[in-house]
């Protein structure tokens, strides 16, 4: 059965994606790109119930 996305369920999952982004390319590649801003955006754009 699959789990419904729940806006806690996305924001669980993106922020996990980005400590993986993170973790990928290093604090200061990661601190100084826009991955911050791109995960905001994504959250704002995610319709969810």
Same mark, same amino acid.
């Given at each position: 059965m699959e789990k419904?996305?729940?806006k806690a =369920?996305?924001?669980e999952m993106l922020?996990?994606?980005m400590?993986?982004?993170q973790d990928? =390319?290093?604090e200061h590649?990661?601190?100084s790109?826009?991955?911050d801003d791109a995960a905001r955006l994504m959250e704002a754009n995610h319709? =969810?119930?």
């Open positions: 419904p996305v729940t =369920l996305f924001r922020a996990e994606e400590r993986v982004i990928e =390319l290093g590649r990661y601190s790109g826009r991955f319709h =969810l119930r």
